[in-house]
């Protein structure tokens, strides 16, 4: 069973329906880990451009037009994504938090997002992940010491870049849409930067100290 | 819902629906006028602070409260005892149990019949003061 056949086992109503029978956030954490589809992903070797790619299927779920009078029908799958990357890769997990914590109509998924933000649940402490727009000057510096990089373009106007940087840090752009307040559609973009980096060091002296916080 | 809800009634002989709703859960269904969501977590601190006691199966009668609890012990279900009678044949109880199934609806179902994730019958509860 590859990639494509669990998520989209695990974006299945029948996913969200059994894993919604609990009435706790621990019961639900409980369930999300013992369901098969999840236990695949934790059980393969999960490389840096799987793990990118959750978080791609994250971006893309958060991206569908939903029901606002209901629960995200992706909800337990959004949490299950970032079950698994917190699990894996902390740093990613950390994007992913943001993401779904804009996402509308999530509960178990913002709940868990919430817990990772608060540190309760993250394995590896020696990650840092910034969340903010650097300043532009420093930002061309930084596209233009960029070894190699990616982008692809997902729904609902949202993209996603992973470039590495001679540094050796992996950055992650996101760019999302903003609403103009006189139109109900899309009308500009504006770039969300993530900074990944375990060092602290180098992470300040590419983001300057004030930049990144 | 309603997927969750073929599958469920398929696996479970006993199940049959009472109403689909997510706007409540199983606490939120017993001691919330099904209003809202309550996190099962806290059902120790409400059993206490509402004043019920554990009792055994032979005291138990329609509208007592029955707690279910995963394999840690942990409380991780809670329903309404709506029927409860002696079963000669198997020496035990004959117990009908109506609850809410996290998100998924409003079931009647016989004691053991509930999905692995709602854990087990853990004991019988009652605000009852005799």
């Known amino acids: ?213 | 819902m309603k997927a969750a809800v073929q599958v469920f009634t398929a696996a479970y002989k006993t199940l049959r629906v009472r109403s689909l709703s997510s706007i409540y859960n199983c606490v939120g269904m017993v001691f919330a006028s099904r209003r809202t969501v309550v996190d099962v977590d806290y059902l120790p601190t409400i059993l206490e602070d509402d004043g019920y006691r554990q009792i055994p199966a032979k005291e138990v009668v329609e509208g007592d409260v029955v707690v279910y609890a995963d394999s840690w012990g942990k409380f991780s279900h809670v329903g309404v005892v709506i029927h409860h009678s002696p079963d000669v044949q198997s020496a035990s109880w004959k117990t009908r149990v109506l609850s809410q199934w996290g998100a998924d609806g409003e079931f009647f179902h016989d004691l053991d019949d509930v999905h692995p994730y709602l854990g087990k019958p853990k004991g019988f509860w009652t605000e009852r003061s005799s």
Request: aromatic letters at 8%; proline letters at 5%.
């Open chain 1, 1 to 213: 069973m590859d990639i494509l056949e669990i998520c989209q086992q695990i974006e299945s109503p029948l996913f969200a329906g059994r894993v919604n029978l609990v009435g706790g956030f621990r019961a639900f954490l409980d369930a999300l880990s013992q369901e098969q589809g999840v236990q695949k992903l934790l059980g393969t070797p999960l490389n840096r451009r799987t793990a990118e790619e959750l978080l791609r299927r994250v971006l893309q779920l958060i991206g569908q037009r939903i029901d606002p009078r209901y629960e995200n029908p992706f909800d337990a799958a959004l949490s299950a994504y970032l079950w698994v990357l917190n699990a894996t890769y902390p740093d990613l997990a950390l994007i992913g938090t943001e993401l779904i914590l804009a996402a509308p109509n999530c509960w178990w998924a913002n709940k868990l997002a919430m817990q990772i933000l608060a540190g309760r649940t993250i394995k590896s402490e020696d990650v840092s992940c910034f969340l903010s727009e650097p300043p532009l000057q420093r930002r061309r510096v930084q596209e233009q010491n960029s070894e190699e990089s990616g982008e692809s373009v997902i729904a609902a106007g949202y993209s996603l870049a992973f470039a590495k940087h001679s540094t050796g840090l992996n950055v992650v752009y996101v760019t999302r849409p903003v609403l103009n307040r006189n139109s109900t559609h899309a009308s500009s973009k504006t770039g969300l930067k993530y900074l990944v980096t375990t060092q602290p060091s180098v992470r300040d002296s590419v983001m300057g100290r004030s930049g990144g916080q």
